[in-house]
């Protein structure tokens, strides 16, 4: 599986890269497409595409844009190599099926969430909505587990629509919580304990891997949110009621960990 996998990483790069020019620009509701090519942020020039190399480009330029010399953002290389690395994963453990394309698709939106909600506190709709909705259409090639297969238990019910029942129901049911959490944290302390993000994204996880291993991810994604959290406190001391902590990128933490140790 080497050959495959390492293949995989390689279109990882590229999928890297793609999510980088994601998450500079959904936040400020510009679109991958338009502008259809990279510029810099600061001298806002044009990028050639031999300056736009997954990896290899930042490493000849020595993080530099070449025009103006500001530092291009480690989160770049860092991305990319993610990216890559959870794709030759993903394609090393399952082979190449629709189980690695699953993970890959789910590395690659996960990737994107950690990042947006830890830079701008913002977790797009394109990756939590959309996600989704990926998740629920993976659901008819890759069964569920079955936990609200009890509301259906009739002989009659179809084992294929089953499955995506499950993710959906299961999406429903995690954002639900969520969301009844953020409501409850919100009467009780009158502060906006969570986005709406966060929400939306959960639902994204149930989606994709059933009530079970969401829960599981969402306990611990609080947990690191709450211990991180409380070291920035500690260590910064900021006050605890102004610091916003990125919920969604600790929740993209627990996902990647929880979807590829094999615990879904
Ligand atoms: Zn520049």
Known sequence: MILEATLAALFGLLIGSFLNVCIFRLPYDLTPANPPRSFCPKCENTIAWYDNIPLVSFLLL????????????????????????????????SGVSWQAL????????????????FEERILPDEFTYGGALLG????????????FGFLFLSGETRQWILSPVEALLSGLFCSGLLWLAGALYKKVRHLDGM???????????????????????LLV????????????IFFAK???????????????????????????
């Open 136 to 147: 629920l259409l993976f659901a008819f090639k890759i069964q569920l587990p079955s936990m």
């Open 102 to 117: 699953k993970l890959c698709v789910f590395a690659a939106i996960c990737i994107d969430l950690i990042f947006t909600d």
């Open 221 to 232: 994604g609080n947990i690191l949110g709450s211990v991180a959290g409380l070291l920035f």
């Open 62 to 93: 020595r993080g530099r844009c070449r025009n103006c010399k500001e530092r291009i953002s480690y989160r770049y290389p860092l991305v990319e190599l993610l990216t890559a690395f959870f794709f030759f994963v993903a394609v090393y453990k």
């Open 195 to 217: 986005g709406l993000g966060d929400v939306k994204m959960m639902g994204m996880i149930g989606a994709f891997f059933g009530l079970m291993p969401a829960l599981f991810i």
């Open 238 to 264: 900021k006050k605890a009621a102004t610091f916003e902590i990125p919920l969604g990128s600790f929740l993209g933490i627990a996902a990647l960990w929880v979807a590829f140790s094999d615990r879904v």
